[in-house]
């Protein structure tokens, strides 16, 4: 990548995941990687300024300053490598699901420390049901420990 410039942040973010995933080996960047951290050391943020030093907001926008090497290097290094764990973070939340009353749960699910995401299911003594939310997240594939 060398000098790609972006109109907003999200922009710029949504570039390097495009790459990572475009090979077809990652299929979801963000649960494979700590995207926040590479696009810190990646883009840069550029603006004009006013003769007395004010930011002029037209102006703003956002880029990608590195060569190919560069970018895969952030990249690999950012790799999220320890184990998918799922919690629970959130118990008896009353929630209205159908027209009937009940509760739900919130799972976060993380790697690295890194929360990849959280979902909330509904309150159940069946642990199958949580098993089931969590790889709707990860997918099937990936394996995870709960934290109890």
Do not use: C
Request: glycine fraction near 6%.
């Amino acid at each position: 990548m060398t000098d790609n410039t972006f109109t907003t942040l999200g922009e710029a973010i949504a570039s390097i995941t495009d790459a990572i995933e475009a090979g077809g080996a990652v299929t979801d960047a963000r649960t494979e990687y700590d995207l926040d951290a590479i696009a810190d050391e990646l883009i840069t943020e550029h603006a004009d300024e006013t003769p007395e030093g004010a930011t002029i907001a037209s102006s703003l926008h956002f880029a990608i300053d590195a060569d190919e090497d560069t970018f895969w290097a952030t990249v690999e290094a950012h790799e999220l490598t320890g184990p998918i764990t799922a919690e629970l973070t959130n118990l008896d939340t009353p929630a209205v699901i159908d027209g009937r009353k009940t509760t739900t749960d919130t799972i976060t699910i993380t790697r690295d420390g890194i929360e990849l995401d959280a979902i909330d299911v509904e309150s159940s003594e069946d642990e199958a049901t949580y098993n089931a939310a969590v790889r709707s997240i990860i997918g099937t594939d990936q394996p995870f420990t709960w934290i109890r």
